[in-house]
T-cell receptor, first 114, second 112 residues
Framework: SAVISQKPSRDICQRGTSLTIQCQVD?????MFWYRQQPGQSLTLIAT?????????ESGFVIDKFPISRPNLTFSTLTVSNMSPEDSSIYLC???????????FGPGTRLTVL | DQQVKQNSPSLSVQEGRISILNCDYT??????FLWYKKYPAEGPTFLIS?????DKNEDGRFTVFLNKSAKHLSLHIVPSQPGDSAVYFC???????????FGKGTRLSVIA
């Protein structure tokens, strides 16, 4: 399995500001994903982070709000822009190793927007 | 429209007994199913999976059963241990179309 780290682990932010979350994997992976888990809800896929090209966003999520970078096969960032209290969630990155079907998740970033 | 449903938000089981967590899905294209366990302040941890070509997969104390005609799967934990207390998420995907679709989770409490 892959070892995944996320920074920061948690943050409290003011409305209108932006936060960039980093995801680092200990091995090269083809597929990296960003999920959100709002309180009491399931994990919802935000986007697939593609190396060398623009991220692929799911319905309801847009690049202006959640810009994503994927400069190489071990690292990605998700920015939550112009935050509002509704963005308070746990944000998780996950990876799918090339030869496995399962996804492995990072520890998550707990974001609170005041 | 929820494609993966876990209708029991919580479940309490005595230590040593069997825990059965249920999951239903609506999309008949799903052909790969996974269970994840999540402790507070941690990311979900992969537990066990099953392909639609099987109806059972076993790994130690954990067994997943798949009933394709009923679009239902279940996770059995035998015997249950206090360390199994966590939130369990069911997830499904279409092979070759990677994004996982998750249920809302079931919180399992194993009481000593």
């Amino acid at each position: 399995s892959a070892v995944i780290s996320q920074k920061p682990s948690r943050d409290i932010c003011q409305r209108g500001t932006s936060l960039t979350i980093q995801c680092q994997v200990d091995s090269q992976v083809t597929m990296m994903f960003w999920y959100r888990q709002q309180p009491g809800q399931s994990l919802t896929l935000i986007a697939t982070a593609n190396q060398g090209s623009e991220a692929t966003y799911e319905s309801g999520f847009v690049i202006d709000k959640f810009p994503i970078s994927r400069p190489n096969l071990t690292f990605s960032t998700l920015t939550v822009s112009n935050m509002s209290p509704e963005d308070s969630s746990i944000y998780l990155c996950s990876v799918e190793p090339v030869v496995r079907n399962e996804q492995f998740f990072g520890p998550g970033t707990r974001l609170t927007v005041l | 429209d929820q494609q993966v449903k876990q209708n029991s938000p919580s479940l309490s089981v005595q230590e040593g007994r069997i825990s059965i967590l249920n999951c239903d899905y609506t999309n008949s294209m799903f052909d790969y199913f996974l269970w994840y366990k999540k402790y507070p302040a941690e990311g979900p941890t992969f537990l066990i999976s099953i392909s639609s070509i099987k109806d059972k997969n076993e790994d130690g104390r954990f067994t997943v059963f798949l009933n394709k005609s009923a679009k239902h799967l279940s996770l059995h934990i035998v015997p249950s241990q206090p360390g199994d207390s966590a939130v369990y998420f069911c997830a499904a995907s279409v092979t070759g179309n990677t994004p996982l679709v998750f249920g809302k989770g079931t919180r399992l409490s194993v009481i000593a």
